[in-house]
């Protein structure tokens, strides 16, 4: 672990208290180890060049280590072809890409998408909107109090003409790892195409693509170690192949016509402008940290931590957790009692400890729990049990801070 945690230079900046940070808001964003951030480095200081249209040296070295990232990104979600992997922002972008490429010339008025209580924003907000403009209809398979997907809510959302089946990986707020191949089976015998948003998948379990068996699976680089604004959409070819592009302009093209233009190959097609290349190399480099670990490892510990840090928090007088699961992503979400999530937060923070408070992106959901902002710790691999301590130590000491009299 004392190895582990060296790989990543934040984790040993003081804080302005000047104690130890501890970093347990890994849902909102991971850290990154020495390796992405060099890898980012070495990128501007010896390779930096526009890619796919340059003859010289450095454009084609950019060129390469660009596309050789792609490959890497599509062997870590068991991708057969490094064509169906387009690099995006980050999650919210891959989604939109398919919501706006995929959806929105295919929705009928009747039709329906289906999507989970348990969704981010992201995963939820594009799918409304095309449903709204399409006269199509959103349908919300609920969840059970444990946590977890009702499957019988999910199989009647099912029973319709369902055109789309759109649902989380990994759960932002509750951990819930979703049984995501069987799902996606059952929404593909009703006729669904179906997308998978894996902002908290990829970072925290395995993840197969074929294995699940999905048309899109969305995710983001920066949760997982790399660069902000990198992130990945993998589709399916044909189904890649069979859509118009997102965005337009140079790089995406084959042919400019004075009255229209022709598209060029996917992934080409859907990678419009100048790409995020430094980001899509420092995520090549994050995966490669991740396979060295392992990701069932990763995950092991990750969901052992979660859970202790589920059962840690519920000895605390006064404190709610959600979610009784038995594996999580890393997410943990509480409320206390007397305590607003933000003022937990606040407080924590001056003791060095980062957790997220608010409603995480997650209002459908929050409603069904019942609260309108929840306090979250989310784990990565370098976090410790140690630092669960010092976090339900914390926790005590604002009890007795906000509490007193
Ligand atoms: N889906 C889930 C489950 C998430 O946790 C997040 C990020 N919090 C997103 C989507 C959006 O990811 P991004 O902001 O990287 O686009």
Same mark, same amino acid.
């Given at each position: 672990?004392?190895?582990?945690?060296?790989?990543?230079?934040?984790?040993?900046?003081?804080?302005?208290?000047?104690?130890?940070?501890?970093?347990?808001?890994?849902?909102?964003?991971?850290?990154?180890?020495?390796?992405?951030?060099?890898?980012?480095?070495?990128?501007?200081?010896?390779?930096?060049?526009?890619?796919?249209?340059?003859?010289?040296?450095?454009?084609?070295?950019?060129?390469?280590?660009?596309?050789?990232?792609?490959?890497?990104?599509?062997?870590?979600?068991?991708?057969?072809?490094?064509?169906?992997?387009?690099?995006?922002?980050?999650?919210?972008?891959?989604?939109?890409?398919?919501?706006?490429?995929?959806?929105?010339?295919?929705?009928?008025?009747?039709?329906? @998408?289906?999507?989970?209580?348990?969704?981010?924003?992201?995963?939820?907000?594009?799918?409304?909107?095309?449903?709204?403009?399409?006269?199509?209809?959103?349908? @919300?398979?609920?969840?059970?109090?444990?946590?977890?997907?009702?499957?019988?809510?999910?199989?009647?959302?099912?029973?319709?003409?369902?055109?789309?089946?759109?649902?989380?990986?990994?759960?932002?707020?509750?951990?819930?790892?979703?049984?995501?191949?069987?799902?996606?089976?059952?929404?593909?015998?009703?006729?669904?195409?179906?997308?998978?948003?894996?902002?908290?998948?990829?970072?925290?379990?395995?993840?197969?693509?074929?294995?699940?068996?999905?048309?899109?699976?969305?995710?983001?680089?920066?949760?997982?170690?790399?660069?902000?604004?990198?992130?990945?959409?993998?589709?399916?070819?044909?189904?890649?192949?069979?859509?118009?592009?997102?965005?337009?302009?140079?790089?995406?093209?084959?042919?400019?016509?004075?009255?229209?233009?022709?598209?060029?190959? @996917?992934?080409?097609?859907?990678?419009?402008?100048?790409?995020?290349?430094?980001?899509?190399?420092?995520?090549?480099?994050?995966?490669?940290?991740?396979?060295?670990?392992?990701?069932?490892?990763?995950?092991?510990?990750?969901?052992?931590?979660?859970?202790?840090?589920?059962?840690?928090?519920?000895?605390?007088?006064?404190?709610?957790?959600?979610?009784?699961?038995?594996?999580?992503?890393?997410?943990?979400?509480?409320?206390?009692?007397?305590?607003?999530?933000?003022?937990?937060?606040?407080?924590?923070?001056?003791?060095?400890?980062? @957790?997220?408070?608010?409603?995480?992106?997650?209002?459908?959901?929050?409603?069904?729990?019942?609260?309108?902002?929840?306090?979250?710790?989310?784990?990565?691999?370098?976090?410790?049990?140690?630092?669960?301590?010092?976090?339900?130590?914390?926790?005590?000491?604002?009890?007795?801070?906000?509490?007193?009299?």
């Amino acid at each position: 672990m004392e190895e582990i945690r060296q790989d990543f230079p934040i984790l040993h900046e003081p804080t302005p208290g000047g104690g130890r940070l501890v970093y347990l808001d890994n849902a909102a964003t991971s850290q990154k180890p020495r390796s992405v951030i060099d890898a980012l480095q070495d990128y501007y200081e010896t390779t930096n060049a526009n890619v796919h249209r340059g003859v010289h040296v450095l454009a084609e070295k950019a060129t390469q280590a660009y596309e050789d990232a792609r490959i890497k990104v599509a062997e870590f979600i068991g991708a057969p072809d490094p064509r169906s992997v387009i690099f995006t922002r980050g999650t919210t972008e891959a989604i939109n890409l398919v919501a706006w490429s995929w959806a929105r010339p295919r929705l009928r008025p009747g039709d329906r @998408i289906v999507v989970t209580r348990m969704e981010h924003h992201s995963n939820f907000v594009p799918w409304q909107a095309m449903a709204r403009a399409a006269g199509a209809e959103l349908v @919300i398979a609920d969840i059970r109090d444990d946590g977890t997907l009702d499957p019988d809510a999910f199989q009647r959302a099912l029973d319709g003409p369902v055109k789309l089946v759109a649902l989380a990986h990994v759960s932002n707020v509750l951990g819930t790892v979703n049984p995501v191949a069987d799902l996606v089976a059952r929404a593909r015998e009703a006729g669904a195409v179906t997308v998978v948003d894996g902002a908290q998948g990829t970072p925290h379990v395995p993840v197969d693509v074929e294995a699940i068996g999905c048309d899109f699976y969305a995710l983001s680089g920066h949760k997982m170690l790399g660069p902000t604004g990198s992130g990945a959409l993998y589709g399916r070819l044909e189904r890649l192949e069979a859509m118009e592009p997102f965005l337009y302009g140079g790089e995406m093209i084959s042919k400019v016509h004075d009255d229209h233009s022709t598209w060029a190959e @996917i992934p080409h097609k859907f990678e419009a402008g100048t790409p995020h290349i430094a980001g899509a190399i420092g995520l090549g480099e994050a995966v490669d940290y991740l396979r060295r670990l392992g990701p069932d490892r990763v995950h092991r510990w990750e969901s052992d931590l979660a859970t202790y840090t589920a059962a840690r928090l519920r000895e605390v007088p006064g404190v709610r957790v959600f979610g009784d699961l038995p594996e999580r992503g890393g997410a943990v979400s509480f409320v206390t009692e007397g305590i607003h999530p933000h003022d937990l937060a606040q407080y924590l923070d001056q003791l060095g400890i980062a @957790i997220r408070a608010g409603h995480l992106c997650a209002q459908p959901l929050l409603r069904r729990l019942g609260v309108t902002a929840v306090s979250r710790a989310s784990v990565a691999f370098y976090n410790t049990a140690e630092e669960i301590g010092l976090l339900v130590d914390g926790l005590h000491r604002a009890r007795s801070f906000f509490l007193r009299g």
